[in-house]
């Protein structure tokens, strides 16, 4: 298994899901972002009964810094319909709520829409190799590339486009949880804009997954695309794409605090 399939790995024990979050997984206080809402996403696709269905939409909240330590994943079906089931999950640590999740879960519906996307892919030809300006993850899980600045450099323009893929040979097809993960997979683009050191958390992130991950390609390449699109009283709202070639893999939104 690569790092992220080692970190976010699940074991079934009676009626709940437990894994531990590895040493060195920090970004900042807590762990990783992507990690911690991944074991959500994994929770409830391993929950979900019916074959064919999938993480359609995903919607997350973090509650408080998730150390390194073991976790706990409770997932309860909400309602199982003919072609969709709402699903919803909490992780714990310790006895306590310190993220929570739901999920819109569905097979194929026969619309018989083409597919479609109103953004175009991004055109990035070769890029340099950055270099992690913080956060273990950067180096361990993901390669990211990318002419955009680095954060705390003062750069004018909240925005980034560059590539990302997961370090190490993966053992088994993406899911919904590797997806997610790479949608936090880059720092939130605003610290781009300070000349020195400040601290961000998610606090609200929601993600629309618009193919089977299963279907990619295990050693894909993905490019992002990631804008900060407005803040006030010290919340920012970003919108990422993440793309595979021209396909429109996932979109995201998240809602972020300035710490400090």
Same mark, same amino acid.
């Given at each position: +298994?690569?790092?992220?399939?080692?970190?976010?790995?699940?074991?079934?024990?009676?009626?709940?899901?437990?894994?531990?979050?590895?040493?060195?997984?920090?970004?900042?206080?807590?762990?990783?972002?992507?990690?911690?809402?991944?074991?959500?996403?994994?929770? +409830?696709?391993?929950?979900?009964?019916?074959?064919?269905?999938?993480?359609?939409t995903f919607t997350g909240d973090v509650l408080s810094a998730v150390l390194p330590g073991p976790v706990v994943v409770r997932v309860r079906t909400?309602?199982?319909?003919?072609?969709?089931?709402?699903?919803?999950?909490?992780?714990?640590?310790?006895?306590?709520?310190?993220?929570?999740?739901?999920?819109?879960?569905?097979? @194929?519906?026969?619309?018989? +829409?083409?597919?479609?996307?109103? +953004?175009?892919?991004?055109?990035?030809g070769e890029l340099p190799v950055m270099l992690a300006p913080a956060g273990p993850h950067f180096d361990e899980l993901y390669e990211l590339r990318?002419?955009?600045?680095?954060?705390?450099?003062?750069?004018?323009?909240?925005?980034?486009?560059?590539?990302?893929?997961?370090?190490?040979?993966?053992?088994?097809?993406?899911?919904?949880?590797?997806?997610?993960?790479?949608?936090?997979?880059?720092?939130?683009?605003?610290?781009? @804009?300070?000349d020195q050191h400040r601290t961000m958390a998610t606090v609200a992130f929601t993600a629309e997954y618009l193919l089977d991950p299963a279907s990619?390609?295990?050693?894909?390449?993905?490019?992002?695309?990631?804008?900060?699109?407005?803040?006030?009283?010290?919340?920012?709202?970003?919108?990422?794409?993440?793309?595979?070639?021209?396909?429109?893999?996932?979109?995201?939104?998240?809602?972020?605090?300035?710490?400090?």
């Amino acid at each position: +298994m690569n790092p992220f399939e080692r970190a976010s790995h699940l074991e079934r024990v009676d009626d709940a899901l437990h894994g531990v979050v590895p040493p060195g997984w920090a970004t900042g206080r807590g762990a990783f972002g992507g990690l911690v809402l991944g074991y959500l996403v994994k929770g +409830m696709e391993l929950h979900e009964a019916l074959p064919g269905r999938r993480v359609r939409t995903f919607t997350g909240d973090v509650l408080s810094a998730v150390l390194p330590g073991p976790v706990v994943v409770r997932v309860r079906t909400l309602r199982q319909g003919k072609h969709q089931s709402n699903v919803q999950a909490i992780l714990e640590q310790e006895g306590q709520i310190v993220a929570t999740g739901s999920a819109v879960m569905s097979g @194929t519906r026969p619309s018989g +829409m083409e597919p479609f996307a109103q +953004m175009t892919a991004p055109d990035l030809g070769e890029l340099p190799v950055m270099l992690a300006p913080a956060g273990p993850h950067f180096d361990e899980l993901y390669e990211l590339r990318s002419h955009c600045h680095v954060p705390f450099t003062r750069a004018g323009d909240p925005s980034i486009e560059g590539t990302l893929a997961e370090r190490g040979e993966r053992s088994a097809p993406f899911d919904a949880a590797a997806i997610t993960a790479l949608l936090d997979g880059w720092w939130p683009v605003l610290l781009q @804009t300070f000349d020195q050191h400040r601290t961000m958390a998610t606090v609200a992130f929601t993600a629309e997954y618009l193919l089977d991950p299963a279907s990619l390609p295990r050693d894909a390449r993905f490019a992002m695309r990631a804008r900060a699109v407005a803040g006030r009283e010290g919340f920012v709202v970003e919108l990422r794409e993440l793309w595979c070639g021209v396909e429109l893999v996932a979109l995201n939104q998240q809602t972020m605090a300035l710490l400090r």
